[in-house]
């Protein structure tokens, strides 16, 4: 005689069931979680037990090092505070053009142009305004109403000119002519860890002429001159004097001094030198 199997029927859910039991699986879980990391809470790699951090530091000794190390270089004298942010995405385009063929008037629109993308034509004549008028004289500005006031609650023109100024007073600075008849010229460049001074010498004898340069740095470093045919490098152990020469210095040719601070974890701090005539 067969005897029949009983039929097996598979065990079926409500339509809904599964995402009602999904979400209280998921509550539960985080409820665990939550509790465990309260009676346990992680470390960081450094440490091995819980430690209490200030939320601010007393001892200066023990500061962050700042990104920025350059501060504010040799001081500008311009119609209103150029803000920190502005002044360094100036100066890091006038270290790219400072060793540039181009005439004065197109570095200074070169390096202003990336804080005013679409004002190209504004820049340009703003620049040829900034070129005839010394620097120092605020009639450069145009309808300079609130030079107390903010740099970025200027008119857009008013924040131009103020830009080109500090462009072109950064170039006057970056740049270190010296010649027979004019053979000393000295920079002073102040950072966040002291101040660079520079001293450079032209020194003709007979036909041929040389360069001498000085730098005084506020920390280890090194300083760089040449161009694409001679280099002279010298470097410190500590702070103080360092000195380079160049021979067979020509009239005309350019060289750029590279100052590197090891302090300042940056590029390094480009000047040209012009020997002329």
Not at 32 to 53: A, D
Not at 93 to 110: F, I, N, T
Not at 205 to 230: F, M, Q, W
Not at 231 to 255: D, W
Request: proline share 8%; glycine share 4%; net charge negative.
């Amino acid at each position: 005689m067969d005897l029949q199997q009983p039929e097996w029927t598979p065990q079926t859910s409500q339509l809904g069931e599964i995402p009602t039991v999904q979400e209280r699986f998921q509550a539960v879980l985080k409820r665990r979680l939550q509790i465990q990391i309260q009676n346990h809470p992680p470390l960081f790699p450094w440490e091995t037990q819980i430690q209490e951090y200030p939320d601010y530091v007393d001892n200066p000794s023990v500061a962050l090092v700042p990104t920025w190390g350059w501060g504010r270089g040799a001081s500008l004298t311009l119609p209103i505070d150029l803000p920190e942010r502005v002044f360094q995405q100036l100066l890091a385009r006038c270290q790219e053009l400072v060793a540039s063929s181009l005439p004065l008037g197109a570095k200074l629109v070169a390096a202003v142009e990336s804080l005013f993308p679409n004002d190209e034509q504004a820049i340009n004549d703003l620049a040829g305004l900034v070129l005839r008028t010394p620097y120092r004289s605020a009639s450069t500005i145009e309808a300079m109403p609130n030079l107390d006031g903010d740099y970025f609650d200027l008119q857009s023109r008013q924040q131009m000119a103020v830009s080109l100024l500090a462009a072109k007073q950064l170039f006057d600075n970056l740049t270190l002519p010296v010649s027979a008849t004019n053979p000393f010229v000295q920079r002073e460049w102040l950072t966040d860890v002291g101040a660079i001074k520079l001293h450079v010498e032209y020194v003709q004898y007979g036909a041929e002429a040389k360069l001498c340069v000085r730098a005084d740095l506020p920390t280890i470093g090194n300083i760089k001159v040449g161009n694409a045919s001679t280099t002279a490098m010298a470097q410190s152990s500590s702070s103080g004097n360092l000195s380079v020469e160049i021979l067979c210095v020509s009239p005309r040719q350019p060289y750029t001094l590279e100052v590197k601070l090891t302090e300042i974890d940056q590029q390094p701090l480009t000047f040209l030198i012009l020997p002329t005539m």
